[in-house]
């Protein structure tokens, strides 16, 4: 049923008051309006939380002040930055998209929403959240707590990752969006959705919205909003068989267009399930890169969650007196005292840590 207009107004209404007098959600780019300050934050916060991406936003602002800095600074450093924050492609785009903007655009970011969307690694959403932080621009964003504040508030049951429910959403987000206020509504919306209307046990009691929220009159807040699909997961077998030799360890860097692309890890077989030790001898892979079977030790295990997969990592160690032959790899023999400049995997670098190496 199409909502009323009064329940629109109370909604766009409410909001903005909740946020001129109640928001008290301080984060550090809330306040700014440098366009290029503003992307930085929205990089590191898709996928990731607010205060999680913090520590980050830091230190990417502190060492790269500006896109001309960031533009300059080499891959290696950029990512190692990045290390930890997972969805390695991010800091890929976000590295081309300052090059691109320090390059051939004179440094100059751009100030509208059709140049903003153009450039790589922004979607439509992350466009709105910097045209309208950024510029004061007419577009209303439509992210995770914006779809959960809009479908529970409207009683809206289309699922949110078709289509038709992207269209739905969209559509009533840019209604809704007051003239003049663009700023002021899309933070209070997102704050809204990350601080009150949370995923989980909604605060529907200090909501601001509870008047005429369908959500909650019809006690649906727990189903909405509503997913087509159910997210499948699947777990990857690694097997990392740490080389030492002389104070180095040999390491690959990822290359394919596969997880943890550009970061660094130590020569990797793969499996569909876990080997031990034993399995580990007899496997063919394993027998093909001809390294000592009695020297090989078992080091530890480690798991790492992403939004599909699960990585099972069995970590095995070799301890080399004479420098091995490890051509049938791209890789090198790196010193131990140059692994802190390097990136890794979540899992890797915790292997790497606990064991001692830096
Ligand atoms: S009343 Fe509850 S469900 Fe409705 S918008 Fe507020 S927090 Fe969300």
């Not at 007098?21 to 366009?35: A, F, I, V, Y």
């Not at 998209?97 to 655009?105: C, D, G, M, V, W």
């Not at 023999?333 to 390097?342: C, G």
Request: net charge neutral.
């Amino acid at each position: 049923m199409e909502a009323s207009k009064t329940v629109k107004n109370y909604f766009t209404t409410q909001l903005l008051d909740w946020h001129e007098n109640d928001n008290d959600r301080s984060l550090p780019w809330k306040s700014e309006s440098d366009p290029y300050k503003i992307w930085l934050s929205e990089i590191i916060l898709q996928q990731t939380r607010a205060l999680q991406g913090l520590p980050y936003y830091t230190r990417f602002t502190e060492t790269y002040p500006t896109i001309g800095n960031l533009a300059s600074a080499p891959d290696e450093e950029v990512f190692r930055i990045w290390q930890g924050l997972g969805y390695y492609n991010r800091c890929k785009n976000m590295l081309a998209t300052a090059r691109y903007i320090a390059n051939e655009l004179g440094g100059i970011f751009p100030n509208n929403y059709d140049g903003i969307v153009a450039l790589k690694g922004i979607g439509p959403y992350t466009a709105a959240a910097i045209a309208s932080f950024a510029f004061g621009l007419p577009h209303a964003v439509v992210d995770g707590n914006v779809y959960r504040v809009l479908s529970r508030y409207f009683g809206i049951d289309t699922p949110i990752d078709t289509t038709e429910g992207k269209n739905t959403f969209a559509t009533l987000a840019q209604v809704l969006l007051p003239e003049g206020q663009s700023q002021g509504y899309n933070q209070a919306i997102m704050d809204l959705g990350a601080t009150v209307c949370a995923p989980r046990n909604p605060h529907c009691h200090q909501c601001p919205l509870q008047k005429y929220c369908l959500g909650f009159k019809q006690g649906l807040t727990g189903l909405l909003p509503v997913k087509s699909k159910k997210l499948v997961v699947t777990t990857r077998y690694f097997h990392y068989i740490v080389l030492k030799w002389n104070n180095h360890l040999w390491l690959q860097k990822r290359t394919e267009r596969d997880i943890w692309e550009n970061l660094h890890e130590p020569f990797l077989i793969e499996h569909s399930s876990t080997l031990d030790r034993q399995a580990l001898l007899t496997n063919q892979q394993f027998i093909d890169c001809g390294f000592p079977a009695k020297s090989i030790e078992f080091a530890g295990k480690g798991t790492q969650r992403l939004t599909h997969r699960i990585i099972q990592s069995t970590f095995f160690t070799v301890d080399f007196q004479e420098k091995p032959d490890c051509t049938m790899r791209d890789g090198a023999w790196i010193p131990v005292s140059e692994l802190k400049n390097l990136a890794f995997p979540k899992t890797v670098l915790s292997f790497l840590r606990n064991n001692l190496y830096f």
